[in-house]
């Protein structure tokens, strides 16, 4: 299983940048797909996740009406879209993966680094 996650970089506060996550190895039926982001000092916490099958989606209250993510199930492509971007939203974001079937995320990505200068 390999996660490949893209798009990150330097944000002006406002900005709108998208990132992706290029997934290879995993039987897409049976997985949900999530980001998650780690600020400097701190946890790493939950940001939205995404069933393969029904795009159902979920999202942090904390990025509840701002982010969005989507999938393209020919590319094998999980994105997350970011809007109205904030100095707080900076942080490594990583794409992860788990079965359908269990609560633990246990594949993940390398991690993207989106800062966001106010």
């Known amino acids: 299983v390999q996660l490949q996650a893209s798009g990150g970089g330097l944000v002006q506060a406002g900005g709108f940048p998208r990132l992706s996550c290029a997934a290879s190895g995993l039987p897409f039926g049976t997985h949900r797909m999530a980001w998650f982001r780690q600020a400097p000092g701190k946890k790493r916490k939950f940001v939205a996740s995404?069933?393969?099958?029904?795009?159902?989606?979920l999202y942090a209250d904390s990025v509840k009406g701002r982010f969005t993510i989507s999938r393209d199930n020919a590319k094998n492509t999980v994105y997350l879209q970011m809007n109205s971007l904030k100095p707080e939203d900076t942080a490594v974001y990583y794409c992860?993966?788990?079965?359908?079937?269990?609560?633990?995320?246990?594949?993940w990505g390398q991690g993207t680094l989106v800062t966001v200068s106010s």
């Open positions: 992860a993966a788990r079965r359908i079937s269990r609560s633990e995320y246990v594949n």
């Open positions: 995404i069933s393969w099958n029904d795009g159902s989606a």
